[in-house]
């Protein structure tokens, strides 16, 4: 064959392989990277290709339903304790933010920079600290005798004032044995009371700081006992008893636990009771409802008076009752 018919047939053959291409590059393209030999170890990474984000994500997307009403996802805020709640009022500043500005908690029994609202255990008398006209007492007991579950002692008595300070505070020597200590809610152990003042002590500083007092308390016939003092029934104010208050446990008495969460939230007697806690309670309660408080006294009693002197050995309560027998009389 000569040179020339070789290079005619070529040229033929070259031009019925045009007409076999495939019409799609792009596939050819894509068919052709994936034979690709690979380089260093690794395949070609493809022209615009985004990568897979990590599986990682994928878990943290939720497949539950959303919660329903508001808040309903969320845990309840931790309650503030008395101590805070009152210093928050006096200050007219919410709790949470006070304890966010001084770095603490809302659990927290003492704040700065109110040097009086610390709790100072067994330290008797606070000579620092002006009573007022109004102050509260809490009591701790003790089981003594045969049948403690039933027969009590006082172990530990705290007064504060109308700003929650601290007035008094101090451990008591029962003078019966105690037989249990109730240390899981009085807090009172034996070595505690080892620091006890004695019952006399006490029993003479509390009637000094109560005359001429109004006195805030809850079931305040119960301390007054322990005590074995007695204070004008005019010039006490008791929570227990209030009418307001035991509407909510329908008539009955409501506990200071409950009272203080529903109508304050604040949380007291989660554990051991503090009687200085307690106390500041009270005194709170009292405040919040000071108006009814005094409506229901000037029912029974009327325009208030100065209080009887005489509170010691429960003749307080008693000189008042002959003092109105005789006006009777008259």
């Known amino acids: 064959m000569e040179l020339k018919d070789l290079s005619s047939n070529w040229?033929?053959?070259?031009?019925?392989?045009?007409?076999?291409?495939?019409?799609?590059?792009?596939?050819?393209?894509?068919s052709e990277e994936i034979l690709q030999p690979r380089h260093n170890g690794a395949k070609r990474s493809r022209p615009n290709h985004h990568?897979?984000?990590?599986?990682?994500?994928?878990?943290?997307?939720?497949?539950?339903?959303?919660?329903?009403?508001?808040?309903a996802s969320k845990p309840a805020p931790p309650a503030p304790s008395a101590s805070l709640a009152l210093w928050a009022e006096d200050n007219d500043i919410p709790a949470r933010d006070l304890a966010a500005a001084y770095g603490s908690?809302?659990?927290?029994?003492?704040?700065?920079?109110?040097?009086?609202?610390?709790?100072?255990?067994?330290?008797?008398?606070?000579?620092?600290?002006?009573?007022?006209?109004?102050?509260?007492?809490?009591?701790?007991?003790?089981?003594?005798?045969?049948?403690?579950?039933?027969?009590?002692?006082?172990?530990?008595?705290?007064?504060?004032?109308y700003h929650g300070e601290q007035l008094y505070d101090s451990f008591v020597q029962p003078k019966e044995a105690v037989t249990d200590f109730r240390t899981h809610v009085s807090g009172i152990t034996p070595q505690l009371l080892k620091s006890a003042r004695s019952f006399e002590e006490v029993q003479k500083d509390v009637a000094a700081l109560m005359q001429d007092k109004i006195l805030v308390g809850h079931a305040i016939r119960n301390d007054l006992e322990a005590l074995m003092l007695g204070h004008p029934r005019r010039d006490i104010r008791d929570t227990s008893r209030y009418p307001g208050f035991r509407a909510l446990a329908g008539g009955r008495t409501p506990s200071l636990k409950r009272l203080a969460k529903e109508l304050l939230g604040v949380d007291i007697q989660g554990g051991e009771h503090s009687s200085i806690e307690d106390a500041r309670a009270t005194m709170l309660l009292f405040r919040r409802e000071k108006e009814g408080f005094e409506k229901e006294h000037a029912k029974r009693w009327g325009t208030a008076r100065k209080a009887d002197s005489s509170t010691t050995n429960g003749e307080g309560g008693k000189m008042e009752k002959r003092q109105r027998k005789k006006k009777a009389r008259k």
């Open 51 to 71: 990568p897979l984000k990590p599986s990682h994500t994928i878990r943290q997307i939720s497949t539950k339903p959303p919660s329903m009403g508001f808040g």
């Open 105 to 161: 908690n809302l659990a927290n029994t003492s704040m700065p920079p109110a040097k009086h609202t610390a709790e100072s255990i067994n330290a008797g008398l606070s000579p620092d600290v002006e009573a007022g006209k109004y102050i509260a007492i809490d009591c701790e007991m003790v089981g003594v005798g045969p049948t403690p579950d039933h027969d009590s002692a006082l172990a530990r008595v705290s007064l504060v004032n």
């Open 11 to 30: 040229k033929k053959l070259q031009h019925t392989l045009k007409k076999e291409e495939p019409k799609n590059p792009s596939k050819r393209k894509a």
